[in-house]
C-alpha cells in the first residue's frame, strides 16, 4: 500500500499513526507550510495545500502518481471539492496505481428525521448549507471513482472525539455546557474506530457508503453528566436550548435529531473499540486541557 491523505488533520492523521511497516505513506498534505515543516521533522513527507496552485504541487502530482490508496479529509466549500477541483485530471489521467479511494463525509448528510433511526438506505436530505455540498461531493468522487473503474469508500462519520477532543477535556477547560432540547440525540465516534474502519476497508480495497458511528445515540447533556461523574467534579448546569446563546452554527447542528444505525460496517466483521460514548470516555478519563488540535478532520 502506498497512501496520500488529502488532509492530514485529526482523523487522517490518527489513521496515519496506526498504520504498520507494510505501508508507505507517499505524502500527507495540511494547509500551512508551518505545519508542514513541523510533520516533516516527524518523519512524514508532508506538503502544503490549500486548495490553490502552490509551490508543493510538483511534489503532490508526482507523489500521487505512485500512490495506490488515496485518502481524502478535506471538505468542500460554496466552489466545490478543493481536491478535485485542482487534482481531478490528474487523478483520472496520471495515477496509474491507484486502486481505492477513501472520502470522510459527515452523517449530517442524512439531515433531520426527528430522533427516528437512519442507514446507508436513507436518501441523503441535508439541511445545512455545509451538508448540502457534502452530498454534492460525495457524487463528485463516486463520479471520479466510476471513471477511474476504483472502489470508493465513503466514510459518514458522526460527532469525533478522542484523546484531546473529548468531554472531559471539555470540563478540564471549563468550557462544557449541558445544553437540553427534549428529545434531542447524538451519535459519536471515537477517532480510533475512524482509523480502524479505515485499516479495514483500505486494506480489502472495500468500497461502499459506511456509517462510520457508534451503537448508542444519546442526549448530549448525559454525556457530560457521565464524564464529570468519572472524573469526580460536579457537572454544569443544565441550560435550556431555546434560551441559550449560541453561534448560528452550533444551533444548526442541534436542528438535525437522528439515529444512525452502523450495522453494515459491523457485516464486514468491524468490532468497535469503543462502541458507546462510556468506553469511549472512560478511555480518556485522565486527559488534560488540550494543546491545539489540528483543523483538518
Known sequence: MRLFVFGHGYSAGRYVETLGDG???TGVTCRSAERAASLRAGGLPALRFDG??????AAIEAALRETTHLLVSIGPNADGDPV?????????QATPAL?????????????DHGGAWVDEQTPPRPVSRRSVERVAA?????????ARGVPLATLRLSGIYGPGRNAVVNLREGTARRLVKPGQVFNRIHVD????ALRLLAGGRTGGVFNVTDDEPAPPQDVVAYAADLIGVAPPPEIDFASAELTPMARSFYGENKRVRNMKLKSLCYEF????????IAAVKSDEPRKKAPSQS
Request: overall charge negative.
Open 84 to 92: 478535485l477541483n485542482r487534482w481531478r485530471e490528474t487523478l483520472l
Open 138 to 146: 460525495e457524487a463528485a468522487w463516486q463520479e471520479l471513482a466510476d
Open 52 to 57: 490553490s496552485p502552490g509551490d508543493d504541487d
Open 273 to 280: 473499540i469503543f462502541p458507546t460514548f462510556r468506553e469511549g
Open 193 to 196: 474506530d475512524i482509523a480502524g
Open 99 to 111: 486502486a481505492w479511494i477513501g472520502y470522510l463525509s459527515t452523517v449530517g448528510v442524512y439531515g
Open 23 to 25: 505501508t508507505m505513506v
